[in-house]
């Protein structure tokens, strides 16, 4: 474990990646459920927004997961896992932003299944972390 000199911004940076994380999950699932929606009404709606904001919420809740990792009392396989599955899901988010971004030029549902599958990795990273905070718990 790396170890740093107590910082109370950093520690209150890492403490806060359990409440952080609501906000890009609920953003990115959000995006989804909205964007099957208008696929089933056959609306052209543009949801980038959603994304592009869900993606960067989504990085800085992984960089504060990280910092919660060093600076917490976090290890094992568990942790170990959630960490990777949760800066796969934050690059997932990027990549996804980044099709969004250039939605018009794309043809297809490439950003749309970007949507869904960083969705599910988000899934997973969610209940990865939520089995870190029962075992923390019991």
């Keep these: 474990m790396i170890t740093l000199a107590y910082f109370w ?12 994380v609501h906000f890009p999950i609920g953003l990115l699932m959000g995006a989804l459920l909205m ?24 990085v800085f ?6 910092v919660l990792r060093v600076l917490g009392d976090y290890e094992g ?5 959630h960490q990777l599955v949760g800066y796969l899901t934050a690059g997932l988010a990027r990549i996804t932003s980044f099709l969004y971004w250039h939605r018009h030029r794309i043809s297809g549902y490439l950003p749309f299944v970007g949507l869904i599958v960083t969705c599910l990795s988000l899934s997973l990273a969610g209940h990865l972390g939520a089995s870190i905070t029962q075992a923390k718990i019991t």
Excluded: T
């Design 9 to 20: 911004p950093l520690d209150l940076l890492g403490r806060l990646h359990p409440l952080l």
């Design 61 to 66: 809740s992984a960089i504060a997961g990280l």
């Design 77 to 81: 396989e568990l942790v170990d896992q």
């Design 35 to 58: 964007e099957c929606w208008s696929r089933l009404r056959q609306v052209d709606a543009n949801y980038s927004g959603i994304v592009h904001l869900g993606a960067a919420a989504g």
